[in-house]
């Protein structure tokens, strides 16, 4: 799927803009309860070691690509 990168920007900058506090500050990670919500639904490994990246689970992945493919995906 060929991917639209000003949705994708759009998103992010929305994500940076809902876990932001008042004057605008955002971490630059994902906000941990989201991960972790993940993991417990069993879409993402644990996000909680020392590792800088997480896997997708088959079941996350397909859901992502999903959700990607809706959200950002060009048409055919």
Request: net charge negative; no cysteine.
């Amino acid at each position: 799927m060929d991917y639209d990168d000003t949705l994708i920007e759009d998103a992010v900058l929305a994500l940076l803009a809902a876990f932001s506090s008042d004057d605008g500050n955002a971490w630059k990670g994902f906000d941990f309860e989201v991960m972790n919500r993940l993991h417990e639904q069993g879409l993402i490994s644990d996000p909680v070691n020392r590792n800088k990246s997480i896997w997708l689970t088959e079941e996350g992945l397909e859901r992502g690509r999903q959700i990607a493919d809706r959200l950002f995906g060009k048409g055919s």
